[in-house]
């Protein structure tokens, strides 16, 4: 085990370390040197896209907050209405769904109880179904019309990393795919947006050298009782995940929340000390947040913020700001989610948690 870990103390970590790579392996198979989309597995034609007038999206945990993203990128690029939903949900409220219905299930091990499910009531109901699932032969897979495969690589900790980022990759090259054969998006703006994606490797590369700074914020705020992520956008989504990850690996009680929520209930909670973690990296909703953060220091909170390069003026609002690279407002997230995966990595290593193997969770759910 101590080989497969390539000199890492836990898969998690390796996992976190692995993907400028499996984002790469994602994407490039993916893009043709005229910057033309394949997606070998996918075969909706452009007419059966015309008849869409609804996206799906349902998933579990990790894949459901890639949901998310995923939502806000087919309403930006495809222009159709997209929900999303937890499986678990999914399946007992009855949803209305129809042949003009696309179902996307993510799932990075492709046998999740809930999603399978989830996607055999869609498929029952007349709904197209797609599947973006990790694992080649796994049972969503085989049940879906369209796959698209992460190449992330197994994924051994618990804690979803890897899989995470390559399944926004996909959602975004799914959306863009829907799009420029919809018409939905220039084709300036999808080679903006193609451009920047393949940037990222490299983008995350960078990121992933400069974890000291993480690393001593862990080491002072691994005693926290709670913890609050907030943003705005796909930053709050990018927060929901980041919360996960640290409480499913530190056992610290942590809530994510739309900054703009705060005042209906959360804000209460906060106090002298209490670890605000703010994520800014949204140009349209740069100055929304800074008096969110505000907002919470005056109550006592120690906030870090996450904010693009080039923005400082996080500095003057929040105690502490870690930076990713410049990318487009669009594709952030799979940038800022990484210092949040590796903050949760040491909290949970300065508390002497079994980082890959949490107490009560399991790496898939097979049964319901
Ligand atoms: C479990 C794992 C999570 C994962 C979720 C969905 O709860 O611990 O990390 O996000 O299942 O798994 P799936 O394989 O469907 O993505």
């Known amino acids: 085990e101590a080989a497969e870990k390539g000199g890492y103390e836990y898969f998690m970590l390796k996992e976190i370390y692995e993907q ?19 997606l070998d597995d996918i075969k909706l034609t452009k007419e059966d896209l015309e008849k869409i007038n609804k996206v799906m999206i349902v998933a579990c945990g990790t894949a459901y907050h890639a949901g998310l993203v995923g939502r806000y990128a087919i309403e930006k ?13 999914f399946r007992y409220r009855d949803p209305f769904v129809d042949e003009n219905t696309l179902f996307i299930a993510i799932s990075q091990s492709g046998e999740t109880a809930d999603t399978l499910a989830a996607l055999r009531e869609a498929k029952a109901k007349g709904a197209r179904v797609m599947a973006v699932t990790n694992v080649v032969g796994s049972r969503i897979s085989r049940e879906a019309d369209d796959v698209f495969y992460t190449w992330a690589g197994p994924e051994i900790a618990v804690a979803s990393t890897k899989a995470y980022t390559t399944q926004l990759i996909a959602m975004y090259l799914i959306a863009l795919n829907m799009g420029i054969k919809k ?5 300036e703006k999808y080679n903006t947006v193609l451009n920047e994606l393949k940037a990222l490797p490299q983008k995350a590369e960078k990121l992933l050298e400069n974890k000291q700074l993480i690393q001593e914020l862990a080491d002072k705020q691994f005693n926290n009782q709670n913890v609050f992520y907030i943003g705005r956008g796909i930053d709050d989504h990018v927060g929901r995940e980041g919360s996960l990850k640290l409480k ?3 056992y610290i009680h942590s809530e994510a929340i739309a900054a703009g929520e705060l005042k ?4 209460a909670l906060i106090e002298e000390g209490t670890l605000v ?11 929304k947040m800074l008096s969110n953060i505000q907002e919470v220091r005056a109550r006592g909170a120690y906030v870090i913020a996450v904010a693009k390069e080039g923005n400082e003026e ?7 700001v870690i930076y990713i690279p410049d990318t487009i407002d669009e594709l952030t997230p799979v940038l800022s989610v990484i210092p949040l995966q590796v903050f949760a990595y040491y909290v949970a290593v300065a508390r002497g948690t079994d980082v890959d193997k949490p107490k009560n969770l399991a790496k898939s759910v097979t049964v319901e």
């Open 20 to 38: 400028p790579k499996a984002i790469k392996e994602t994407l490039s198979p993916r893009v043709d040197k005229e910057n033309h989309i394949v």
């Open 77 to 89: 690029f495809a222009k159709i209405p997209v929900e999303t939903d937890v499986a678990s949900e």
């Open 183 to 187: 018409g939905t998006i220039s084709k």
């Open 248 to 250: 499913e690996i530190s």
């Open 264 to 267: 209906h209930g959360t804000i």
């Open 277 to 287: 973690v703010a994520l800014a990296t949204q140009d349209h909703l740069y100055d």
């Open 314 to 320: 996080a500095e003057k609002a929040a105690d502490v």
